[in-house]
């Protein structure tokens, strides 16, 4: 394992029969705090701290619900102008022409035959 810093080091407290880790909650704390930081890798954390980058999303998810953080997505919400959004969109006619011929009497206008 790699030198990390303190604050991502995980205390373990606890190993189970199954070997299932427990961990310190002060560190983990640190560690999912430290994960929160802005362009911070949290693959590169997990793999510092010696777990599983999906484990370490869980416990930031956990976390974000916890103290009532919304999750962040990675929709992009594009530039809006100062004006109120409409659920509406207006409709504009560029240029309307007439059919010609009715559409039954067109050739190949295919017209189911009744049985």
Request: charged share 25%; aromatic share 4%; net charge positive.
């Amino acid at each position: 394992m790699t030198q990390i810093d303190s604050d991502t080091a995980l205390a373990v407290t606890l190993v189970g029969r199954d070997g299932k880790r427990r961990y310190d909650r002060q560190s983990k704390r640190r560690l999912v705090e430290a994960c929160l930081q802005p362009g911070v890798s949290v693959a590169g954390l997990a793999l510092k701290a010696g777990v599983n980058a999906n484990l370490l999303r869980r416990w930031i998810k956990l976390h974000q619900q916890r103290s009532g953080m919304a999750v962040a997505t990675q929709v992009v919400e594009p530039m809006r102008s100062h004006a109120s959004p409409s659920a509406f969109v207006p409709v504009v006619e560029i240029g309307c022409r007439e059919v010609a011929e009715p559409i039954e009497q067109l050739p190949h206008v295919f017209t189911p035959t009744e049985n």
